[in-house]
């Protein structure tokens, strides 16, 4: 793996420092950082989230950061919540988000057992991220909102209904699950990722 400037973009999201040690234990060094600057010059930008869409919104906004991240024209990658703001609109908190994605993250249905959390299994693979990686494998979820299958998808998991485990657009790549807790797969995964 050549070396790269990788930036883990710093609003305060709980996964900033898992998603630091999983590129850590591939060899791979990375800066944790909020500024404007370095998060444009890095070769790959990651966008973890762990919490609320209202919240993790007000926190991107005190430094700039939901103006710079759609602007980025190196590969970028939504995790979790980060892929849920990447999104027009979330239902938490009636929350408007970034609009890479034009689609909408939607709650689970009240009769649904919310989270979803643990290990599911992926499907439908399609696109760069998953090079390696097949049909029914398995990686880690932790959410009670989701994105529906639209044109936009790469992989799918069926919780109740099937939904957007991946999407990408252009520069733009996003995962629902967490690669930095899904073992080997998400290892592989964010791997490919930083192989771009």
Known sequence: MT????????????????????LERLGVSAEISNCE????????????GVGEAAWAMNALKKNGLDKLIPQ????????????????????EGNT?????????TLKFPAEDKVPHMGWN????????????????DFVYFVHSYYVPV??????????????????QKDNFYACQFH??????????????????
């Open 179 to 196: 690669p930095e807790k899904s073992g080997d797969i998400g290892q592989e995964i964010l791997s490919n990722f930083i192989n771009l």
């Open 37 to 48: 600057a370095t998060i444009k010059h890095a070769d790959k930008v990651i966008f973890p």
């Open 121 to 136: 299994q992926l499907n439908q693979l399609n696109g760069d991220l998953f090079k390696g990686i097949k049909n029914n």
């Open 3 to 22: 070396k790269q400037n990788i930036v883990i973009i710093n609003y305060e999201a709980g996964n900033i420092q898992s998603v630091k040690y999983a």
């Open 96 to 104: 408007k988000g970034l609009d890479i994605f034009p689609v909408e």
């Open 72 to 91: 980025l024209k190196q590969p970028v990658l939504g995790v979790c919540l980060g892929m849920q703001l990447m999104c027009a609109s979330s239902e």
């Open 150 to 167: 639209n044109k936009y998808t790469t992989s799918e998991t069926n919780y109740i209904r099937p939904f957007s485990a991946s999407l």
